[in-house]
């Protein structure tokens, strides 16, 4: 599958007149840039549909992203939502059931035995792995150890640069919500990119998969940390009830929700940029 | 100036009525439903609106654009509340504007009009919220039961009026269809016609080739200054006339409209079977009632399953099979999100009306209604083809069906007050 790096927006033709530039700014040899527009049209859908070779989510922002380049290296890695949407699985092997999907089922077994087949069956959570696009000709990162400098980031510094970019969301045909969005604080010396995607299913599941990118503008270090969380709805609904906040509103809160989930999967790369 | 004349003005100001004031109108509405079949007849002229989620600036442009009630006849088709942030104020006005003018606006259920869907999507916080308590949450979920579950639109004229005066000069230089009839016209907010299709006249079939032209791509439009104001309204409002087809000598070329929320049920092949649903309760999680509320179109053949393991998706033959039994040229349903307002699908046999423009005040979408104008061949007199009268007088062959003219009026997402709106600039955080 083409990657749509570099960045060009994939419903091009069709997007609406007032469409806008992307933000963009550059600092210590890294531009850094995003773009907001509404989500795309039928015929980009449809385009977009045949090329992934799934229906995607309901709300598809495809003209977002965003995108850091090193312009000396070349190095450069973009968040954008249909290359996030081909890591989906296309196949059903990974598929969930909406919580009442067994009653449902029950009920319909006498009187509709003609109908078995599931349509197109795919990952309709639309769960990703996604870790960003790296531009062609990228030098690849390599594992480590290193953690991303955490009590750094926890300094006031001043933010030179911030945007929050959603790419996709879903509302699971009201059984909850699938959200990949994309946050980015660019400091003088550092920035952090956060790519989190999001997903409740009510009464079924919680997850959640962050991808973090942190540069140090002056070493040219570039470390990505990737890290998979999830756990039974019911279990985290246990874990709240013992607290005497808002329960609805913290399973709304993906930054809550992420201090009571496990960890299921972690990696962590890293790579020093030529200057 | 009766109570509720004052609390339809409140209301239309974006500020609530009192609790005491809300338990009223919710019994009033309901006495006023439990006299509706599960299907409601509907005569034509009609503006059919899809979702509505709470965004009650946008309802009011939708009012803006679409005429007022009582002069516009409007059916709503469900999701009046949850994602917005006023589904209070829009369901409330809804209500009284149904008990003020019940022949003029008809109110059918969506899916998140159910006690289940409205604890998780926002109505009953927003009801916590401003009243303090879950009771007008209650009675509203109480008036929720009692929404019918569909309606029947009949008389529409299979031949739209051509718009106002604007949109003429600049339709006549590009279309050139001799004696065609208009088929569809997309207006713009303003008014003017951004897109018109014909089809040849004397072939009334459901599938003749129209004749399609872009006569302006649908958001870039500059007009001239005097072109800016009140839309121009088409086809004169007022009562349909209400003949009931005795001693009609045909059927009206023109089929009837069904309007539902969600889409099919394979539980359901005629109409009829719709109205002999028990439907005073809350949606249920299977059988018929929760297929109409919650069905998707898709492009398959037959039928399938959803494979989210719910739900059931419906093809263009089944949707073709249905209307011809039904004596149907169309049907009308909301439910999912189209960037356009509108989607035709399966050779105009379904279409999907979406109302709320920028969709959660972040899609950037725009949104459409759809109207249907007054068939006035028959003098006025209204053939019912609905499934009742149709199938039994041989006339209605598959051919003799003819879909509805149809007018999508487009709009895009009012401005308005931003408090409480999520920021279009995001604010910095610290976030780790």
């Known amino acids: 599958m083409a990657s749509r790096y570099p960045v060009g927006p994939v419903g091009h033709a069709t997007v609406s007149p007032e469409v806008k530039k992307p933000q963009s700014i550059t600092v210590g040899g890294f531009r850094i840039s995003t773009q907001k527009l509404p989500i795309l049209k039928a015929e980009p859908i449809e385009e977009m549909t045949r090329q992934l070779g799934i229906a995607p989510p309901e709300m598809i922002f495809g003209d977002n992203h965003v995108t850091i380049e090193h312009q000396k290296s070349g190095w450069g890695i973009d968040f954008n939502a249909f290359d996030a949407l081909d890591r989906v699985d296309k196949t059903g092997q990974s598929m969930l059931q909406v919580a009442h999907s067994k009653e449902w089922q029950q009920s319909r077994e006498k009187t509709h035995e003609g109908i078995k087949d599931v349509v197109k069956p795919f990952d309709w959570s639309y769960s990703t792995d996604y870790k960003g696009t790296l531009s062609p000709n990228a030098p690849s990162f390599e594992s480590t150890e290193k953690p991303i400098p955490i009590e750094i980031l926890k300094r006031p510094d001043p933010i030179v640069f911030f945007d929050e970019v959603v790419l996709y969301e879903d509302e699971l045909a009201d059984n909850g919500i699938a959200m990949l969005s994309c946050k980015i604080r660019v400091m003088p010396a550092r920035l952090l990119l956060l790519s989190r995607f999001f997903m409740r299913l009510d009464n079924v599941l919680i997850r959640l998969r962050d991808t973090r990118v942190y540069v140090d503008f002056e070493t040219r270090e570039v470390i990505r940390e990737y890290q998979a969380k999830e756990c039974e709805y019911e279990k985290v609904r246990q874990i709240l009830a013992s607290t005497r906040d808002d329960i609805p509103a913290l399973m709304r809160d993906p930054n809550r929700l992420s201090e009571i989930l496990q960890i299921v999967e972690k990696s962590s790369e890293r790579i020093i940029l030529d200057g | ?432």
Not at chain 2, 302 to 326: C, E, M, T, Y
Not at chain 2, 364 to 370: E, M, P, Q, S, T
Request: hydrophobic content about 35%.
């Open chain 2, 1 to 432: 100036m009766s109570d509720l004349d004052r609390a339809i003005e409140q209301l239309r100001a974006c500020r609530l009525i009192p609790e005491s004031q809300v338990r009223e109108l919710c019994y009033k509405a309901r006495e006023l439903l439990i006299e509706e079949g599960n299907v409601v007849s509907v005569d034509a002229p009609v503006t059919i609106c899809g979702d509505i989620h709470g965004q009650f600036h946008d309802l009011m442009e939708l009012f803006r654009v679409g005429g007022d009630v009582p002069d516009t006849n409007y059916l709503f088709m469900g999701d009046f509340v949850d994602r917005g942030f006023y589904s209070l104020e829009s369901f409330l006005l809804l209500l009284c504007l149904k008990v003020r003018y019940p022949d003029r606006i008809t109110l059918i259920r969506g899916n998140h009009e159910s006690r289940q869907i409205t604890t998780v999507y926002g109505f009953y916080d927003e009801c916590i919220r401003k009243y303090g308590s879950a009771n007008v949450w209650r009675y509203c979920c109480e008036v929720f039961d009692y929404l019918a579950l569909g309606a029947i639109v009949l008389g529409a004229s299979s031949e739209l009026e051509p718009s106002g005066s604007n949109a003429n000069d600049l339709t006549q230089s590009t279309i050139a269809v001799d004696d065609g009839e208009l088929e569809t016209e997309v207006l713009n907010s303003r008014g003017e016609v951004t897109m018109s299709s014909y089809r040849p006249r004397q072939r009334a079939s459901s599938d003749v080739d129209t004749d399609t032209q872009d006569i302006l791509p649908p958001r870039d439009i500059s007009a001239a200054p005097s072109q800016t104001s009140a839309p121009t309204r088409t086809g004169a409002p007022g009562t349909g006339a209400s003949g009931d087809g005795n001693g009609s000598s045909m059927t009206s070329r023109t089929g009837a409209v069904l309007c539902v929320h969600g889409g099919l049920s394979p539980l359901i092949d005629s109409v009829d079977k719709i109205r002999l649903i028990d439907r005073k309760q809350e949606v249920p999680h299977e059988g018929a009632m929760c297929d109409l509320l919650w069905s998707d179109p898709d492009e398959i053949e037959g039928w399938g399953l959803s494979p989210r393991g719910a739900g059931f998706l419906f093809g263009g033959d089944i949707v073709k099979q249905f209307n011809h039994q039904n004596g149907l040229s169309l049907i009308a349903r909301a439910h999912q999100l189209v960037m356009e307002g509108y989607k035709e699908m399966f050779d105009g046999g379904i279409v999907t009306v979406w109302s709320a423009p920028n969709y959660c005040y972040r899609c950037g979408n725009v949104a459409a209604i759809l109207e249907l104008g007054e068939d006035t061949s028959n003098g006025g007199t209204i053939a019912r083809s609905n499934g009742e009268y149709g199938r039994s007088n041989g006339l209605s062959g598959p051919s003799s069906v003819s879909s509805p003219g149809r007018r999508y009026r487009v709009f895009e997402a009012a401005a308005q007050d931003t408090r409480g709106m999520p920021a279009k600039k995001p604010v910095a955080d610290y976030f780790l």
